[in-house]
C-alpha cells in the first residue's frame, strides 16, 4: 500500500476512536464525523490545524520530536503504536530481506524438550520447531515447505477455529502482528503478497485489517484444543534477533492438568 495511504488511514483511525467528551469537548448533535476532527487533535497537541492536515495527509514527515510526542500524546497511543507511526513517517528506504536461517539456530529450537517451541518469520511462516510443537501444531507444520504459515492457517483454514479456543483474539493479534512488521519493512514483497492473499481468501482479515491493528504480543495466554490432550491452556513467551525471526515457547503452569497433558503428548526419543 502506498505509504502516504496507510499513514493516512492509520492517523485516522485513531483520531475515531477517541471519544469527545473524554477531552472535555462537546459532542452535539451537529457532530458528523466520530472521534475528533482534526482542528480538536490539533488543539490537543498544540500544533497549528494545518500542520496536523499536512502530517496526516503525509505532506510533513519531519517531524520534531516534541511534534511527534505531542500528536503521539493526543491520539493515546500505545507504544507499539508510536513504533508504527514512527516507521510510517520515516520508512526504511533499503531492501530488508528477512534473515537467513542459521543452522545452528534451528538445532537450537530442536533440541527444546518438554515445552512446544517454533520459530517464525516477520511473515509468521514456520522455520523451525521441536517435536512437541511438531504435534500440538501439526497442522501447520504437515505442511509443504514455503507454506508453513500460522498466519494462513489462522485466516484460510476453518480448522484453526477448532485449535484455537479464543480464536477472535489470535486473529486481531495475528493481524496486528503483520501490520506492525509492514511499517517496519515496507519494501518486503513476500509480507505485502502474504496481505494480499488473506485478503482475498479471508473476510474475517480484511475486516480486521481496515482497523488498522497494531500491536506486538510478546507473551500472553493461549488455549488450544488437541484431539488427544483437550484442551491446554498455556503461557507464551517470545524472543527475537535482528534479522526478524522470533522464538516462541509455550508453558504450562507446574502441576497443572495442561503440563501433565504436554508430557503425555512428548514423542518418545529415537
Known sequence: MDRRTELGEFLRSRRTRLRPEDFGLPVGTRRRVAGLRREELAQLAGISADYYIRIEQGRATQLSDSVFDAVCTALRLTVDERTHLRNLLVPKRRKSPAGVLRSSLGQTVSAIEGRPAYLIDRTMEVLAWNR?????????????????????????????????????????????????GGGQHPDDARLASLVGELADGSEDFRRLWSEQLVADRGHGVKELRHPAAGTLTLDFETLRDATGHVLVVFTAKPGSASEIALRALEPAKV
Open 132 to 180: 512437541l510443537a511438531g504435534v500440538l501444531f501439526e497442522p501447520v507444520v504437515a505442511q509443504p515447505l514455503g507454506r508453513r504459515n500460522v498466519a494462513r492457517f489462522v485466516f484460510l483454514d476453518q480448522a484453526s477455529k477448532s485449535v484455537f479456543v479464543d480464536w477472535p483474539m489470535v486473529a486481531r493479534s495475528t493481524t496486528a502482528f503483520l501490520r506492525l
